[in-house]
């Protein structure tokens, strides 16, 4: 650009009716005694969450454990445990793995157990969505 070009206008913002910004109106209708939020206080208006890590049996598992991915966010540790109690003893279930919502991981008592479960259950429906089993 030469100096005989003028610099361009800096650029205005809307400001609205009144030509106030939103801070300011805001700032106005504070002073004037306007209506505030009522305080919320902790806890209320919450739905009670479940904590999934709360979903998991108390055990340890066993060496012989497999995975189930594609599970649904709703699926319970109870459903799954009925689902694979069929192919053999269950000896545990974690249904939240973390970092892997549509996880649980499953252990067995035998490997002879676990490896029928796998060849059963592997893209079978638990609840409502197939589901992968490795």
Known sequence: ?????????????YRGAGGMGKREAAEEAEGEGAKKKPKVEEGEGLKDLENPADDNDEGEPTEHSLSVTGL??????????????KH???ATVRRYVRGA????DISF???EEMQAAIDAMDGK????RAVKVT
């Open 72 to 85: 649904s966010f709703d699926t319970k540790r109870k459903q799954l445990r009925k689902a694979f109690a």
């Open 88 to 90: 053999g003893t269950v």
């Open 101 to 104: 919502p549509r996880r649980a």
């Open 125 to 128: 429906d638990i609840g409502g």
């Open 1 to 13: 650009r030469t100096t005989a070009q003028a610099a361009p206008a800096p650029a205005r913002r």
């Open 109 to 111: 008592e035998t490997a």
